[in-house]
């Protein structure tokens, strides 16, 4: 039976995968590496350790005590941290410091070539979650507006241009006003800002890097980010579809049909219904 590890940030990914590798005959073993850890992770791995991101040493020492050469990044880790050396190992700060830029791929790429360094290899996120992935289209009963399509279509093109910028990967848009973009507070509190400013009727839109490094960062939504929606009376959760995951899409699809919220996996030359 071959075993694979899992860093474990925020989220529902890292629980979803450690279930599809033991459905594929895998021992997963994880570390969380956050506070606000998902309580069903340790259900369905044959062991977690609980190490805080900064101690990078201690994931280092402890990836190889779990007997693992495979290695995946799942779930969001706050970049927040950087910021407060308190709790910060020596290995960590001098991973960071030798960064010009700690945008997210720079950072992240440093920690993957430091793992490959001690000999893991980084696999891909989507190796065991291609059933998360829907490819274009409407996902809900309700379809956008004419109006919603434009803005789906307008924030789809600013979103793009952020994620190249390596500066986040999501926008919040209204009426061809972009009202708020992803940046270090990440997607939930981007959609929250951005309808704080237009009242009801704002579209998300969350996309992939043009150049998406498939071993971390790739587009996740979920009950989150819908709710983030939801509180701001959103009408439309739009996100790159053939590349995103979706968590838990039935009870989202549900939610959102019952919010009469429409939920769009897009692409620029997908069919839009007439």
């Not at 891909?124 to 809900?140: A, I, K, M, N, Y």
């Not at 793009?160 to 270090?184: F, P, S, Y």
């Not at 995103?244 to 030359?269: G, M, T």
């Amino acid at each position: 039976m071959g075993r694979v590890g899992i860093i474990a940030g925020l989220g529902r990914l890292p629980v979803v995968f450690a279930a599809e590798a033991r459905k594929a005959g895998l021992e997963a073993v994880a570390v969380g590496v956050v506070d606000n850890l998902d309580p069903g992770l340790a259900g369905v791995v044959n062991e977690l350790r609980r190490i805080p991101a900064g101690r990078w040493q201690e994931i280092i020492d402890a990836l190889h005590d779990m007997q693992v050469k495979e290695v995946y990044l799942l779930g969001k880790v706050g970049k927040g941290r950087i910021f407060d050396p308190n709790g910060l190992d020596s290995r960590f700060l001098a991973l960071t410091a030798s960064l010009r830029e700690k945008n997210d791929d720079a950072l992240l790429q440093a920690f993957v070539d430091d793992l490959e360094r001690e000999g893991f290899v980084v696999g891909e996120q989507g190796r065991l979650l291609p059933h998360l992935v829907p490819p274009p289209g409407v996902l809900t009963r309700r379809q956008p507006t004419e109006r919603e399509w434009r803005d789906i279509a307008y924030g789809y093109r600013i979103a793009k241009g952020l994620a190249g910028m390596d500066v986040g990967q999501a926008c919040a848009v209204k009426d061809g006003v972009v009202l708020a973009l992803e940046a270090i507070d990440g997607t939930d509190a981007c959609i929250r800002r951005g309808g704080s400013l237009c009242g009801p009727g704002v579209v998300a839109m969350k996309v992939a890097k043009p150049k998406q490094d498939l071993r971390f960062d790739i587009p996740v939504i979920g009950l989150d980010t819908l709710q983030s929606l939801l509180d701001v009376k959103g009408s439309v959760l739009a996100f790159e579809g053939g590349i995103s995951f979706v968590i838990d899409r039935e009870e989202l699809v549900a939610r959102a049909d019952a919010h009469e919220v429409a939920v769009v996996a897009y692409r620029p030359d997908m069919q839009i219904p007439a």
